[in-house]
């Protein structure tokens, strides 16, 4: 096998494996088994939660808890509802949506409780909330959280009798401050009786749901989340990144108390963000699909009569493509990267000297620099003067990954598309990458994991040497690297990719590391004439974004903005 034909199979790959860990499973129609999660029979309530705008207080709320309300009913729930009144300030914002002000708003959560066997064991609860924001029927946010909680806990009674008792909360005023979320953890008795949360939110109307926030000390219902989820999705790199934004979510609420916490989430089809274009219509159903069965499988285990997990030191964890979670200690790490150490230093005395290598570490910082110089450039030029809206950018995020892939490839073609690399320049390519791995193994140890363990991997490719070992070890533990790399990629222009996308740079870095035991240098003339190419083309694109008219997705409330 040629280097050309391995770097070829290795791209394919790579690109299937990004496909696989971004796309959710297609939905299970009504006439699924009783006992499966079905997002055919969930849209029912979607459809009929999420006609209209649904702001909290208002008519229109009322009539949507009382469906909610029957529903449990239905099933044989306990239900009640528990009304409290707003704080000023969530007044003054529901004021503001409504315009009609109301210095003392009443909220009402919604509370079923399916019993279990043995009332005495701490209960698992299920979250979501059921009001809106002004302007937005919110089938994503948070109808589908309400929706799955509520198939849920229908496919929970098809068989039977739970060990455990099964909450359902569905909050009030979370758009307004968490404020439904609040009054439970803080005032409801029921909240002593409660073990374990798991909430649902949605940050736009479609992709795979992930699991981006857990309670501190995670080990343990991280494992009992890896044994039951049969696709799962979500990251310790998520969890990490999550602590350090100023997001919020009614887990929120639960931080710092005994309660064991997972949070769910979907954050694709940006666009549809507290949109007026929010409908069920437009709401992804395979999307709704992957967040029930998540929930669902993890739900099962929790509601089990062995004890709920407790807490145990924070673990590494990431879903391999929506296939497995793989968890493991955090101190692994430093293992990996003894391992790639030791990997480094026999394919440096292949061949090439120290001047090889601080030519092929200086064609990476050259990489990283000129890769986040171009991207900031084209992301300016897609902003342009005057105040920015957040929900357009949303909007031109599909836009965005490609000004950032183009411009991205462009800065890999121009430092790397023509080198001939020798075994201690690509060595030597690797050294910032681990020297960065040591720091974030350090620093941050839970979420070192996504350069820690490509720097191994591609150590060992480096290791093989240059044979048609070599080449089909580069080609078996690259092709994972560079499906993750660009699924991460792809994740993390839809999280931070509107006002950062230079945190596309990091999975550029790694991934170009994957590939480049197999690459073949171009001629300079052609790689230079490819960026050019490509550069024309981020720049188009981020014209595109700053010419286009406000999109018609952008909340009634920004609009002005």
Partial sequence: MSKRLALFVALVLGALLAIRATTPPAPVGADAPPQVFAAGRAMADVRAIAARPHLAASPEDAAVRAHIARRMAAMGLEVHESAFTAPPDSAKRLAWWSGKPDPAPRLTNVIGVLAGKDRSLPAVLLMAHHDTVGGSPGAADDTAGVASLLETARAVRSQGQPARDLVLLVTDGEELGLDGAHHFFTADPLRAHVGAVINMEARGGGGRTTLFETSADNGAAIARAAGAIQRPGGSSLAVFIYKVLPNDTDLTETRGGPWTGYNFAMIGRPQLYHSPKATPAALDQGALQDMGAQVLDLARALLVAEPLPGKAADVVFFDVFGMFLLVYPAWAGWVMLAVAALALGLAARRGGGWGAGAAGAGRMLALIGLAGVVLCAVNALSVGAGQVNYYDRLAAIPRLEVM??????????????????????????????????????????????????????????????????????????????????????????????????????????????????????????????????????????????????????VPVYSADK
């Fill in 404 to 553: 950032a892939l183009c411009g991205g490839l462009a800065a890999f073609l121009l430092t790397m598309g023509a080198w001939k690399a020798k075994p201690a320049g690509l060595v030597g390519a690797a050294l910032p990458l681990f020297l960065l791995g040591a720091m974030l193994q350090a620093l941050a140890p839970t979420a070192g994991y996504v350069v820690v363990l490509p720097i191994m991997l591609a150590a060992l490719a480096m290791a093989a040497g240059e044979g048609l070992a070599g080449r089909l070890a580069a080609l078996v533990l690259g092709a994972p690297v560079l499906g993750y790399m660009v699924a991460m990629g792809h994740q993390v222009m839809q999280g931070v990719g509107p006002n950062l996308p230079v945190a596309a740079v990091l999975p550029l870095a790694v991934g170009s590391l994957a590939v480049l035991p197999l690459w073949e240098a171009l001629n300079s003339r052609t790689a230079r004439m490819a960026a050019a190419v490509l550069l024309v083309i981020a720049l188009g694109t981020s014209l595109t974004v700053r010419l286009d008219p406000l999109a018609d997705t």
